[in-house]
C-alpha cells in the first residue's frame, strides 16, 4: 500500500530518472559501487552498454560539434537498485519506502541544438517531449508510473545556467496521482529542481563525457 512518503519519493525518482535520461548521465548520479554489493546482472550490463553508446554519441556532437545535422536517438533504460536509490535520493533528504525500479525512455536529441547550445553565446535549448516510465517493485506488487516532461535548457557560453523540465501528462497509483500532479505542477512555477539539473547537465558534458573519450575523440 501507498504510504504518505510515496508522493515525494516517486517524484524525486522520476526527477531523477528524467535528468538521467535527459542527460544520459546516469553515472554521474550514483554513489561509487559498494565492494559488496551483487555483480551486474545480464540485464543490468546490456543497460549501461547501451547508455554508454548513447553517451559516447552525444558527447561527439557536443565536443567535436560534428555531426552538426540528424539527431541522436536513444532507447536508454536504467534498473536503479533500491541501496543505490536510497543512497542517491538521501541528497534530497528523501527516503525510498519500495525496492528496486526500472526506468526507460526514447530519446531524440537535435545535433544543431547540441552544436549551438556549446557555441553560441547564450542559447535556449527546447528538446523534445519525453515519456518517462519506470516499474517499481513494492514487495509482491509492482506500481508503474509515466511521466511526460518536455525539457528547456538555457546555455551561456556552453554551459548550462538554467533549467526546467515541464512535466505533462502523469500516470501513477490512484492514491498517488493527485499528490504528485500537485508536486510536478508546484516544479513547473518554482523550478524546484533546477539547481540539480543544471549541475547534472554541466557535469555531464564537462566530466562524464571525458569517460568516454575514447569512443568520440577525433570521430
Not at 40 to 59: D, F, N, S
Not at 180 to 188: C, F, H, Q
Amino acid at each position: 500500500m501507498l504510504n504518505i512518503l510515496a508522493p515525494r519519493a516517486t517524484l524525486a525518482l522520476l526527477s531523477l530518472s528524467a535528468l538521467a535520461l535527459l542527460a544520459v548521465a546516469v553515472a554521474a548520479q550514483e554513489p561509487k559501487k559498494d565492494a559488496e554489493a551483487a555483480p551486474e546482472t545480464e540485464q543490468e550490463q546490456k543497460e549501461r552498454v547501451g547508455r554508454r553508446k548513447c553517451a559516447a554519441q552525444l558527447c561527439s556532437t557536443l565536443h567535436n560539434k560534428k555531426p552538426a545535422d540528424g539527431q541522436v536517438v536513444c532507447d536508454v533504460q536504467k534498473t536503479w537498485r533500491k541501496e543505490a536509490l536510497t543512497k542517491v535520493l538521501s541528497r534530497g533528504k528523501v527516503s525510498w519506502p519500495w525496492g528496486d525500479t526500472r526506468c526507460a525512455s526514447e530519446l531524440k536529441f537535435d545535433r544543431a541544438t547540441l552544436v549551438k547550445a556549446m557555441q553560441e553565446p547564450d542559447f535556449e535549448a527546447q528538446f523534445d517531449t519525453y515519456d518517462i516510465r519506470c516499474q517499481i517493485d513494492n514487495d509482491k506488487d509492482k506500481y508503474d508510473v509515466k511521466a511526460q516532461l518536455r525539457p528547456k535548457v538555457t546555455f551561456k557560453q556552453g554551459k548550462a545556467v538554467k533549467a526546467t523540465l515541464n512535466w505533462g501528462k502523469l500516470e501513477a497509483p490512484t492514491l498517488a496521482k493527485s499528490a504528485l500532479w500537485s508536486i510536478t505542477a508546484a516544479d513547473n512555477t518554482f523550478g524546484l529542481l533546477q539547481s540539480i539539473a543544471v549541475d547534472d547537465i554541466n557535469e555531464f558534458v564537462s566530466t562524464k563525457c571525458m569517460e568516454v573519450k575514447d569512443e568520440w575523440q577525433g570521430k
